[in-house]
Antibody, heavy 120, light 106 residues
Framework: QLQLQESGSGLVKPSQTLSLTCSVS??????????WSWIRQPPGKGLEWIAY???????YYNPSLKSRVTISVDTSTNQISLRLNSVTAADTAVYYC?????????????WGRGTLVTVS | DIQMTQSPSSLSASVGDRVTLTCRAS??????LAWYQQKAGKAPKLLIY???TLQSGVPSRFSGSGSGTDFTLTISSLQPEDVATYYC????????FGQGTKVEIK
């Protein structure tokens, strides 16, 4: 059973860089034709898609965040990473990694538990 | 950009009631719509994709319908464990979520 686990900096100062890692266990991130995404949810608010990556390295970003965000994959460690620079309080949120079951149909069939990042 | 609007924002119903949630896209998205259930303090869970396809393991009391701009999620008989916020998401292009509908038990 594939599982996703987010980890990273829980408290980030304004203007600094947020760095998160999603560790995938129970299978390889390169198998099954899956892709991966990061999604966030500010406290008490709705969901916002951030970025997408295929294991080949193809990436897509939310246009509203594109200038500040980088998603990457490390097949040797079975991890997906997210970096968001120049953070502000508006970036305070629970950050989720999620699996995309089809490379061209971007819904999310498996989610991690999420990790709270506070910018303060 | 295509906007997703859910209604109502919240509802309260009795156990056993039939509950219908609505999601409207500002432009046509064919059948590229998913529904998620998010319980308090938990990650979202995929219920339905392709507007009406039930994800494996999801109870059959959940169903989805619609295409183009108007979609519905129906819970045929509301159960206490269905208390959650429900989100729709379009995926014909960059993913966008609705603002959610909170479902409570009366």
């Amino acid at each position: 059973q594939l599982q996703l686990q987010e980890s990273g900096s829980g408290l980030v100062k304004p203007s600094q860089t947020l760095s998160l890692t999603c560790s995938v266990s129970g299978g390889s991130i390169t198998s099954g034709g899956y892709s991966w995404s990061w999604i966030r949810q500010p406290p008490g608010k709705g969901l916002e898609w951030i970025a997408y990556i295929y294991h080949s390295g193809t990436t897509y970003y939310n246009p509203s965040l594109k200038s500040r965000v980088t998603i990457s994959v490390d097949t040797s460690t079975n991890q997906i990473s997210l970096r968001l620079n120049s953070v502000t309080a508006a970036d305070t949120a629970v950050y989720y990694c999620a699996r995309v079951p089809n490379w061209n149909l971007w819904y999310f069939d498996l989610w991690g538990r999420g990790t709270l990042v506070t910018v303060s | 950009d295509i906007q997703m609007t859910q209604s109502p924002s919240s509802l309260s119903a009795s156990v056993g009631d039939r509950v219908t949630l609505t999601c409207r896209a500002s432009q046509g998205i064919s059948y590229y719509l998913a529904w998620y259930q998010q319980k308090a303090g938990k990650a979202p869970k995929l219920l339905i994709y392709a507007a009406s396809t039930l994800q494996s393991g999801v109870p059959s009391r959940f169903s989805g319908s619609g295409s183009g701009t108007d979609f519905t999620l129906t819970i045929s008989s509301l159960q206490p464990e269905d208390v959650a916020t429900y989100y729709c998401q379009k995926y014909n292009s960059a993913p966008t979520f609705g603002q959610g509908t909170k479902v409570e038990i009366k």
